[in-house]
């Protein structure tokens, strides 16, 4: 993959998980309430990863805005090689949080008192649709040079 | 303790004592026929005025049995004025504005090893991120009300490892041996993950002798109020690395962050003139700073 390809990708991937990030604290924590801001259950390491995770979305969030602006001037844009990278982000992290953080280290929870298995399934599904329709994205761009 | 005549004098004078040190520095320029940018000196006047908020007066002496305006005081300390004062290049002023002999000694005091360890951004993320976490995590918040001299050393502590921190990462001012933009921008990201963890930890534990309600409260405005201010840092540094990649710049040598004289400002240019594809030849006079 040539140097502006894997730019474009990286934007993308990059975005993606700032936006992943942008949903889960404003819709779950700010307007749903179904987060919390920190209940005393969160065992240490899962403040520690919060806090990664955050300061890393934000970070990306605007190098990859920076890096679609440095796309832009050289003329090197490719849209469905960004697009593609920002679903596989959104999804990639989501499935990451979906499986990872909240089955196996059980950091946290979609939300909390009620039954898990459809936010679960839900959350999960739509993660992996976004992969695919990232990954398929990926791929006819790099059949197809733009 | 209630905040002493003397603590609150001597932090007004060191802080007075560094306005006038910066504006001394700036008409000594201008009258050898320099130029330094006005925007550079309102932001250290700006900077002071937030620590001086900090320090001394109402809100200085809410913080002492109020742990929300603790907490204002912290991010106006800790994390704005030091972005403020970062952005008014306060070495490069005192580089020009020094005789020959001493601002030479000056460039070699800041090539030194002892410089250059203090202000490797591992170092400074440690003392800045390692302060916060001895202040809200040991007896030391406890501490400070009831020793002056703990109350004031931890403030310049505070202002001081905050200065070296935000320098280190997006310093406009000359560094030799600054670290590559993948170091920073790891130790940018680690430190404002330390900063949020740290928040949530003082929200579940308090520091000693602050109410879980206050507690709370200051967390979460330690929390959102230190990203709004991380923004900021994140984005300048982008920026810089931005201008840096510029392709047009490839060809010709970077222009210094600060201009010697003050560079012809284009006040407006037709949109044909904008270069799309950067690979077109630009007028030298673009205004980079």
Same mark, same amino acid.
């Given at each position: 993959?040539?140097?502006?390809?894997?730019?474009?990708?990286?934007?993308?991937?990059l975005?993606?998980?700032?936006?992943?990030?942008?949903?889960?604290?404003?819709?779950?924590?700010?307007?749903?309430?179904?987060?919390?801001?920190?209940?005393?259950?969160?065992?240490?390491?899962?403040l520690?990863?919060?806090?990664?995770?955050?300061?890393?979305?934000?970070?990306?969030?605007?190098?990859?805005?920076?890096?679609?602006?440095?796309?832009?001037?050289?003329?090197?844009?490719?849209?469905?090689?960004?697009?593609?990278?920002?679903?596989?982000?959104?999804?990639?992290?989501?499935?990451?949080?979906?499986?990872?953080q909240?089955?196996?280290?059980?950091?946290?929870?979609?939300?909390?008192?009620?039954?898990?298995?459809?936010?679960?399934w839900?959350?999960?599904?739509?993660?992996?649709?976004?992969?695919?329709?990232?990954?398929?994205?990926?791929?006819?761009?790099?059949?197809?040079?733009? | 303790?209630?905040?002493?005549?003397?603590?609150?004098?001597?932090?007004?004078?060191l802080?007075?004592?560094?306005?006038?040190?910066?504006?001394?520095?700036?008409?000594?320029?201008r009258?050898?026929?320099?130029?330094?940018?006005?925007?550079?000196?309102?932001?250290?006047?700006?900077?002071?005025?937030?620590?001086?908020?900090?320090?001394?007066?109402?809100?200085?002496?809410?913080?002492?049995?109020?742990?929300?305006?603790?907490?204002?005081?912290?991010?106006?300390?800790?994390?704005? *004025?030091? #972005?403020?004062?970062? /952005? =008014? %290049?306060?070495? +490069? @002023? !005192?580089?020009?504005?020094?005789?020959?002999a001493? &601002?030479?000694?000056?460039?070699?005091l800041?090539?030194?090893?002892?410089?250059?360890?203090?202000?490797?951004?591992?170092?400074?993320?440690?003392?800045?991120?390692?302060?916060?976490?001895?202040?809200?995590?040991t007896?030391?918040?406890?501490?400070?009300s009831?020793?002056?001299?703990?109350?004031?050393?931890?403030?310049?502590?505070?202002?001081?490892?905050?200065?070296?921190?935000?320098?280190?990462?997006?310093?406009?001012?000359?560094?030799?041996?600054?670290?590559?933009?993948?170091?920073?921008? *790891?130790? #940018?990201?680690?430190? /404002? =993950? %330390?900063?949020? +963890? @740290? !928040?949530?930890?003082?929200?579940?534990?308090?520091? &000693?002798?602050v109410?879980p309600?206050?507690?709370?409260?200051?967390?979460?405005?330690?929390?959102?109020?230190?990203?709004?201010?991380?923004?900021?840092?994140?984005?300048?540094?982008?920026?810089?690395?931005?201008?840096?990649?510029?392709?047009?710049?490839?060809?010709?040598?970077?222009?210094?962050?600060?201009?010697?004289?003050?560079?012809?400002?284009?006040?407006?240019?037709?949109?044909?003139?904008?270069?799309?594809?950067?690979?077109?030849?630009?007028?030298?006079?673009?205004?980079?700073?």
């Open positions: 993959m040539s140097a502006p390809s894997g730019r474009n990708v990286l934007s993308g991937v975005l993606g998980l700032g936006v992943a990030a942008f949903v889960d604290e404003v819709v779950f924590h700010q307007l749903l309430h179904w987060h919390h801001f920190y209940d005393k259950s969160t065992p240490a390491i899962g520690i990863s919060d806090g990664l995770f955050h300061a890393f979305s934000w970070f990306a969030t605007i190098a990859a805005l920076f890096l679609f602006a440095d796309l832009r001037r050289r003329g090197s844009f490719n849209r469905p090689l960004w697009w593609g990278g920002l679903l596989l982000g959104t999804g990639g992290f989501q499935l990451y949080d979906g499986t990872l909240h089955k196996a280290m059980r950091l946290h929870q979609i939300r909390y008192d009620v039954d898990l298995a459809p936010y679960d839900t959350w999960n599904i739509i993660a992996v649709l976004l992969i695919v329709a990232g990954t398929v994205l990926l791929v006819r761009a790099r059949r197809r040079p733009a | 303790m209630e905040p002493t005549p003397a603590t609150s004098g001597v932090l007004s004078v802080l007075l004592a560094a306005a006038l040190g910066y504006l001394t520095g700036a008409v000594v320029v009258r050898r026929g320099g130029w330094w940018p006005a925007e550079r000196t309102i932001s250290w006047i700006a900077g002071l005025v937030a620590a001086m908020a900090a320090l001394v007066g109402p809100l200085a002496d809410a913080a002492h049995h109020d742990f929300t305006a603790h907490m204002v005081g912290h991010l106006l300390l800790g994390m704005t *004025a030091p #972005l403020l004062l970062v /952005l =008014a %290049a306060p070495l +490069t @002023l !005192a580089l020009r504005a020094l005789p020959v001493r &601002a030479r000694t000056l460039s070699h800041l090539a030194s090893r002892p410089v250059r360890t203090l202000t490797h951004p591992v170092t400074a993320a440690v003392l800045n991120g390692g302060g916060l976490w001895l202040l809200y995590t007896g030391l918040y406890g501490a400070m009831d020793h002056a001299w703990i109350h004031v050393a931890v403030h310049l502590h505070v202002l001081a490892a905050g200065y070296l921190f935000t320098a280190s990462v997006i310093g406009v001012d000359p560094a030799p041996h600054r670290p590559g933009r993948r170091t920073r921008a *790891a130790v #940018l990201i680690a430190f /404002l =993950a %330390a900063h949020a +963890t @740290l !928040a949530k930890s003082v929200y579940g534990h308090p520091p &000693a002798g109410l309600a206050d507690a709370r409260t200051g967390a979460e405005l330690m929390y959102y109020g230190g990203d709004l201010i991380d923004l900021v840092l994140i984005y300048l540094f982008c920026r810089q690395w931005f201008q840096a990649a510029d392709p047009a710049r490839r060809n010709r040598p970077a222009a210094p962050r600060i201009h010697a004289v003050r560079p012809p400002r284009v006040l407006w240019r037709l949109p044909a003139e904008f270069p799309l594809e950067g690979h077109n030849a630009r007028d030298g006079n673009r205004v980079s700073n």
